[in-house]
T-cell receptor, first 115, second 112 residues
Framework: DADVTQTPRNRITKTGKRIMLECSQT?????MYWYRQDPGLGLRLIYY???????NKGEISDGYSVSRQAQAKFSLSLESAIPNQTALYFC??????????????FGSGTRLTVV | QQQVKQSPQSLIVQKGGISIINCAYE??????FPWYQQFPGKGPALLIA?????SEKKEGRFTISFNKSAKQFSLHIMDSQPGDSATYFC???????????FGQGTELSVKP
């Protein structure tokens, strides 16, 4: 099994629908992150959580919300999906001392299309 | 929000050639500068990283060069191979903030 599992892998949804993307990890890491990838824009941080009781906004949090249900689970919600939220979404985890970027593990991504 | 600016957006190199990707960062301290490699359908994975007190780091065919005075760092892929075809991201790894801030990505294609 993958260390960081994202579900679903692909999703097509309609404008205005609520959708949840889920992430679970077996790394035992405290820190979890949600990134969005768009061509030409790289990966941009949406939300991050350093432990179960800690939630922080990233650079593009508008239109998104998150829930850290447990150390191993971090979900991303789009309350009312809009077409410009069509993107590839990645969940990542890290330990508390991710020196050099080596401590980060990414999932395989969820491709979301909003029509 | 401090940024990392990456260029070029896409790069085509012949097999055996040298691939060079550049990144510029803003004035920060105590950061690491990693490079990530991403294949289609996969998440990014760490390729190589450099600390700001080191000017160069080499791992096999991959070398990071760091120019602190110019606030730039670059990835060189020597003897590029078709299997190196992927998207590459530079990043600023905030030791204190604990976040990765990515560049815009470079799509590398190595032609046989």
């Amino acid at each position: 099994d993958a260390d960081v599992t994202q579900t679903p892998r692909n999703r097509i949804t309609k404008t205005g629908k609520r959708i949840m993307l889920e992430c679970s990890q077996t790394k035992g890491h405290d820190r979890m992150y949600w990134y969005r990838q768009d061509p030409g824009l790289g990966l941009r941080l949406i939300y991050y959580s350093f432990d179960v009781k800690d939630i922080n906004k990233g650079e593009i949090s508008d239109g998104y919300s998150v829930s850290r249900q447990a150390q191993a689970k971090f979900s991303l919600s789009l309350e009312s999906a809009i077409p410009n939220q069509t993107a590839l979404y990645f969940c990542a985890t890290s330990d508390s001392q991710p020196r050099g970027g080596a401590g980060y593990t990414f999932g395989s991504g969820t491709r979301l299309t909003v029509v | 929000q401090q940024q990392v600016k990456q260029s070029p957006q896409s790069l085509i190199v012949q097999k055996g050639g040298i691939s060079i990707i550049n990144c510029a960062y803003e004035n920060t301290a105590f950061d690491y500068f990693p490079w990530y490699q991403q294949f289609p359908g996969k998440g990014p994975a760490l390729l190589i990283a450099i600390r700001p007190d080191v000017s160069e780091k080499k791992e096999g065919r991959f070398t990071i060069s760091f120019n602190k005075s110019a606030k730039q760092f670059s990835l060189h892929i020597m003897d590029s191979q078709p299997g190196d075809s992927a998207t590459y991201f530079c990043a600023d790894a905030r030791v204190r903030g604990g976040k990765l801030i990515f560049g815009q990505g470079t799509e590398l294609s190595v032609k046989p």
